[in-house]
């Protein structure tokens, strides 16, 4: 798995810097000061004997004792907080735990990752229950405005932690991405966190008797969010959603995507002929919906009257063709990330425009831009730098780590089959600081190949399967 974060500035000089560091075989140079990676924003182990300085018990009871912190909630509709720290971007936050006592194995404690001081909603939490072996022992949630749960992920630790048992849980985020620790395995990844600019840290409980022991926060440098760890899990990206499953490019598409545990969803955005970007990989509609015609020579309206599901099967009659605006709202109040291909040429205003969608649906964060067309990306960079970039490419370009730098990209892109014939370039871009993604590959093998090779996504039509393959070897 990648380190999770948005790189949020990669100017061509940064690019530059890597490769020339790599290739004379010199280390990263600091980060600079306001970063402070590896500053220690927290350290507590509580043997004051009473509360730290700057720590807010917002409800509950939370006591020191015998170099302990101890926290109590009276019941299961009791989610009681003792908030301190301050607002990070990129951070560890680690604790040790020890459930004293559970009213039931369904309750909880919790890391903090985006509390205010005050513990109102809405807030992000890494949930640990005391019977961590069920499917849902671990959890990312946020407590929402509407003060109901949004769960974007569920995972079963390797034992139980039980009561009486110390358990060292640990949670490295870097802005909208994070990954769980359980005793220093990783257990699960969230793609879906939504960050304020505010708020803090947080320990948790609820319906139990928790203590803690060792807490710290750790600043960290940001990082390329696609790089992936030593060991970790290849990215699982949905091309045109789980297009082997249902009509590519649509609503229902990403939804079943989602479901089957897709980090990304990859679709495609062109203009109507009065300018409105819709998600459709072809040049026209004939293919997959009931309609013929250019989609630029067609208004919205005739876009969205279009029956873009029955080609598919009759139980999809009536799926629409969203528009890019449709799908990102659905990511961002359902959980998700998009994985964006400008597909064809594109002038500046429509590439604008395109960017203003984005932003107007406070989706910049969760969404990554690709492209076969290097205008496309450039006007990309010009408009909103702080959006990812990765360049589509069916053959390798004769220097991959020239022309990432060139372009500011994030990621290189390129076809399955041309990066195997030219392994060396995965290495060669990593050292750079450029992930690599491949496209589009539905065979276990050749999934295989990838992930030996160390790309950190790959992009396919059977997210389902891609995701149950990486489940079973890792």
């Not at 917002?58 to 009791?78: C, E, F």
């Amino acid at each position: 798995m990648r380190t999770l974060s948005w790189w949020r500035s990669r100017p061509a000089r940064t690019a530059a810097a890597l490769l020339s560091l790599a290739l004379c075989g010199g280390s990263l140079a600091a980060a600079p000061a306001a970063a402070a990676p590896g500053s220690v924003v927290v350290s507590e182990d509580f043997t004051a004997g009473t509360l730290p300085s700057g720590w807010r018990a917002v409800d509950g009871t939370w006591t020191v004792q015998n170099g302990r912190l101890y926290g109590t909630s009276a019941g299961s509709a009791a989610n009681n907080k003792i908030t301190f720290g301050r607002n990070l971007r990129d951070f560890r936050f680690e604790a040790t735990a020890r459930f004293e006592s559970v009213t039931a194995s369904t309750r909880w404690t919790a890391l903090g990752l985006d509390v205010p001081a005050d513990g109102a909603v809405p807030w992000w939490i890494a949930t640990m229950r005391s019977g961590t072996t069920a499917s849902n022992g671990v959890e990312f949630a946020q407590r929402t405005t509407a003060n109901a749960w949004n769960v974007t992920g569920t995972a079963a630790a390797p034992y139980a932690a039980g009561t009486g048992r110390d358990v060292r849980i640990a949670v490295e985020v870097h802005g909208t991405q994070a990954r769980w620790l359980f005793d220093g395995t990783e257990v699960l990844r969230t793609t879906s966190l939504q960050r304020s600019t505010t708020s803090g840290q947080a320990l948790l409980v609820n319906g139990a008797t928790v203590s803690f022991d060792d807490v710290r926060v750790t600043e960290l440098a940001p990082v390329n969010p696609y790089l992936r760890a030593p060991g970790s899990r290849v990215a699982v990206i949905a091309h045109r959603g789980a297009s082997a499953a249902a009509p590519e490019n649509t609503l229902v598409s990403q939804e079943i995507a989602r479901r089957a545990g897709a980090d990304w969803i990859e679709d495609d955005v062109q203009p109507s002929s009065d300018g409105v970007p819709f998600i459709l990989h072809d040049s026209t509609v004939d293919r997959t919906t009931n309609g013929v015609g250019a989609i630029r020579s067609l208004t919205a309206a005739q876009l969205k009257a279009l029956d873009a599901g029955s080609w598919f099967a009759p139980v999809y009659t009536g799926v629409r063709l969203p528009t890019l605006a449709e799908q990102l709202a659905d990511l961002r109040t359902r959980g998700g990330n998009l994985l964006l291909e400008i597909k064809g040429s594109h002038t500046r205003a429509e590439v604008a425009t395109i960017v203003q969608v984005i932003r107007d649906q406070q989706m910049t964060g969760r969404v990554f831009i690709q492209s076969f067309e290097t205008t496309a990306l450039q006007y990309a960079y010009e408009l909103a730098p702080e959006i990812p970039l990765g360049l589509l490419r069916s053959t390798l370009d004769a220097d991959p780590v020239a022309i990432a730098a060139q372009l500011h990209l994030t990621a290189y892109n390129p076809d399955a089959s041309a990066l195997l014939g030219r392994p060396a370039v995965v290495a060669a871009l990593h050292a750079a600081g450029v992930a690599v993604m491949a496209w589009t590959v539905d065979a276990a093998a050749t999934w295989n190949q990838l992930d030996t090779l160390g790309v950190d996504g790959i992009i396919t039509n059977r997210p389902a399967e891609l995701a149950g393959w990486n489940s079973y070897t890792r």
